[in-house]
């Protein structure tokens, strides 16, 4: 006999969905939040996800907690029964834990109503383009606006039953990179008479590796990861497009910026060096995931006193979490929650262990129980 939050978790894993287009997830989660006792529920949706407000008895303030509702679009290589549907997308990030264990702690603040206001927030749109900045400028985010926001990712490397998590940064600043090069394409024994774009490309990427290694303080720290190359047409053509796409990674959002101007000068430098026409677009940008250093440092001492879950106070990660935009505006924090699966977050056989979900629905709703009523 598994959990109802379990089996709410299988039913989503089987529909994931890609980001704003998550229309049967939300239909899924309304669906549910309807079969609750209505009394001090308010509901609002925006776009594909929903804000669900609990009615405290006596609200001094508004905690919310927040879930991420989107899926990856990777083929999934399990062969659990309840695996994806959905042909080419998968929930390999864990989503469908953070949806089920939200809708876990809802239900218990349902029967179970404090103090305090609660505000749950199923968030679209995380992995891309990112939901969490619109929806943090969104209508009823500003009317229901909370005094304090808490999440959690699942973690596949700790085990079932622990927790980790610091105060201060925990996931970096990251921005794809997309760079595109147009020279002149010409005869492969005519090179005087052409701009090749494959040399450019592979000069620039040489160059890029310099920021790194000169520019970021070496007590700071940065990636800049070029992941894919493509150019040209044909082996005896010389190319007159090339393209780089990559990612950067810091863990200061002044380290970003200065990344980036050095990488527009060394990309308007090989405009002059190799004669050719050069574009930058930075695509999704995530702001770093900063833990609120009091409210963080409560938390833990919460768990180390109320529960028998492990607290491991772990390192931050190179990692990009687009909740990082609402801590930025509102004090509250991220844990990971140790779910033990031999393959890692986006991995096509991810298998998350299905006991953490319990553990974490009765983990948060003691300590949002606590915080709600002091
Ligand atoms: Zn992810
Ligand atoms: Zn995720």
């Not at 949002?368 to 009523?373: Q, R, S, V």
């Amino acid at each position: 006999m598994v959990s109802p939050f379990v089996s709410i978790r299988r039913d989503l894993h089987k529909i994931p969905e890609l980001g704003f287009q998550e229309f049967k997830t939300q239909q899924y989660l309304l669906n549910y939040i309807a079969s609750l006792p209505q009394e001090r529920l308010e509901i609002q949706t925006w776009k594909t996800g929903i804000f669900v407000k609990i009615n405290g008895l006596q609200p001094t303030k508004t905690i919310a907690y927040r879930a991420d509702i989107d899926g990856l679009p990777i083929h999934e290589e399990t062969e659990l029964p309840y695996r994806s549907q959905h042909e080419g997308k998968m929930h390999a990030c864990g989503h469908d834990f953070h949806m089920s264990i939200a809708l876990g702690v809802l239900t218990h603040f349902v029967h179970h109503p404090i103090r305090d206001d609660l505000l749950f927030i199923f968030q679209p749109a995380e992995e891309g383009p990112g939901g969490a900045l619109p929806m943090l400028q969104s209508e009823p985010m500003q009317q229901w606006r909370p005094d304090m926001i808490i999440a959690l990712h699942i973690a596949p490397e700790y085990p079932v039953g622990t927790i980790a998590i610091k105060a201060g940064l925990l996931f970096a600043n990251t921005s794809e990179l997309f760079i595109d090069l147009k020279g002149k394409g010409g005869h492969a024994a005519f090179p005087h008479l052409a701009n090749d774009m494959v040399v450019a490309a592979c000069a620039l990427v040489t160059q890029l590796q310099s920021i790194v290694a000169r520019n970021v303080d070496p007590l700071d720290s940065a990636v800049i990861t070029i992941g894919k190359i493509s150019g040209g047409t044909v082996q005896n053509v010389i190319a007159e497009n090339a393209r780089l796409e990559g990612t950067i990674r810091t863990l200061s959002a002044e380290s970003m910026k200065k990344v980036k101007e050095r990488i527009e000068s060394l990309v308007k430098g090989m405009e002059i060096a190799y004669q050719c026409e050069a574009s930058i677009d930075y695509g999704s940008m995530y702001y770093q995931v900063y833990n609120n250093e009091k409210l963080t440092k409560e938390f833990m001492t919460f768990v180390q006193q109320h529960s028998d879950i492990h607290m491991i106070e772990c390192r931050e990660a190179m990692t990009g979490e687009d909740f990082g935009y609402m801590l930025a505006e509102i004090p509250g924090f991220m844990f990971w929650l140790g779910v033990e699966s031999e393959y890692g977050l986006h991995h096509a056989r991810l298998n998350p262990n299905e006991l953490a979900i319990d553990q974490a629905i009765s983990l948060l709703a003691s300590y949002i129980g606590w915080k709600g009523n002091n």
